[in-house]
Structures are given as C-alpha cells and as structure tokens.
C-alpha cells in the first residue's frame, strides 16, 4: 500500500475521475472499487473521502442523490455536467503530473 503522504494530492483526481466512469457511486462503493483497481495499493479511508466528496459538491462538481435501501438511507455522487469540464482539467493534469515524475525518475543517459 502507497504511504498516505504519496497518494494525498492524488485522491481528488482519482475519486473524480473513477465518478465520472459510472452512472452514480456512493461512498463505500468508491473505496472498495479504487482498492480493488489498485490491488489494494491505494486504500481510501472514509476520512480522507467525505471531505473530498463534500468539497466537490460544495463546488458544483458533485451532485447527490439519496437512495431509501429498507431503512437505511445511501447517498450517491454523480459528477454533474459542468463537473465533467473538472474532470477533464484533472485528468490532463494528473496526466502532466506523471509525465513529470518520469522524467525526474527515469531521466534519459543523455539529461545527466
């Protein structure tokens, strides 16, 4: 598993980006899935989500919907169509972001 230090500035691009793929997600459907993508590399804790969640909500990125299951109450995000302009900015970002570090990390003979 990836340090929380690593995959903190990450987190936000990964939700938004995993969101965007499906019809809507709720939140223990989103932590389960990005374990189960990464291999158990990348493991969300609720703590780290819900704020995410609710800032990308905040911004108009995220939208809610609440689902009655028997008693319980399930709360799910979709990214809403304005949100999808973020999506797109994040995932060209993070994109850059990796091109960058494999640079610095795998630098060519020849930048030594």
């Not at 997600?25 to 804790?45: A, C, F």
């Not at 809610?64 to 799910?76: D, L, P």
């Not at 302009?85 to 091109?99: G, R, S």
């Amino acid at each position: 598993m990836y340090s929380k230090e690593l995959t903190k500035g990450t987190l936000q691009p990964i939700i938004l980006k995993l969101i965007s793929t499906r019809s809507k997600m709720y939140g223990y459907e989103i932590t389960q899935e990005v374990k189960r993508l990464t291999s158990g590399k990348i493991d969300i804790s609720e703590g780290a989500l819900y704020p995410i969640l609710h800032k990308l909500e905040a911004k108009g990125v995220l939208e809610t919907e609440k689902v009655y299951i028997g008693k319980r109450v399930r709360k799910y995000y979709s990214v809403t169509k304005n949100g999808m302009e973020t999506v797109n900015e994040v995932t060209n970002e993070i994109h850059d972001f990796i091109e960058t570090l494999s640079i610095v990390f795998n630098p060519k003979p020849s930048s030594l």
